[in-house]
């Protein structure tokens, strides 16, 4: 028996929950295209791409961890590798959000879309260091860093989306 164990019915709940995701930030991406903004594309790649990454990772961890493996090794390599490419991800969007003009971000959009994300990516990388040895804890820390990434990435999707129903929306008329 392993660490694994015990684990599908986590990973498919939130697993099909960020497939599901993804599906409705397309539908709702391209009802937004419909009535562009200026400087929304370019702030786009600093705040409405992440939340497809994440939901995606949480996809991809939900995969990783429901596949039939014999051990541990594998999959902890996956996940802290999949952990550092978000923390790099991360450096990323904090230089997109410094250059993009269309919105001046806030604390809470620096918490959401930086400091939260930095988190839950760091806590997969730890989390497969100590998989060898702490295998259950660290399965807890796998599952708490995909719930984060899925819970910020619902409130990122529905804060850019109330951003240009109710604000940007506005401005233009």
């Not at 994300?117 to 260091?129: E, F, G, K, M, T």
Request: proline share 3%; charged share 10%; hydrophobic share 60%.
């Amino acid at each position: 028996m392993t660490a694994l164990n015990g684990w599908e019915n986590f990973y498919v709940i939130v697993g099909s929950s960020a497939g599901a995701l993804i599906g409705l930030q397309f539908v709702v991406i391209t009802l937004i295209a419909e009535r562009p903004i200026q400087g929304m594309a370019q702030a786009s790649g600093a705040f409405a791409s992440p939340s497809i990454v994440h939901f995606a990772v949480v996809l991809l961890l939900s995969a990783i961890v429901s596949a039939p493996w014999n051990g541990m090794a594998i999959v902890a390599l996956l996940w802290g590798l999949l952990g550092i490419c978000g923390v790099v991800y991360t450096a990323i969007i904090v230089v997109r959000m410094r250059r993009q003009t269309a919105y001046q971000p806030v604390f809470e959009d620096w918490m959401f879309h930086f400091l939260l994300p930095l988190i839950a990516y760091a806590v997969l990388v730890v989390s497969a260091y100590l998989a060898q040895s702490h295998a259950r804890p660290s399965m807890f820390f796998v599952g708490s860093a995909s719930l984060l990434l899925l819970f910020i990435g619902i409130h990122n999707a529905w804060d850019a989306v109330t951003y240009y129903v109710f604000v940007a929306t506005k401005k233009e008329k």
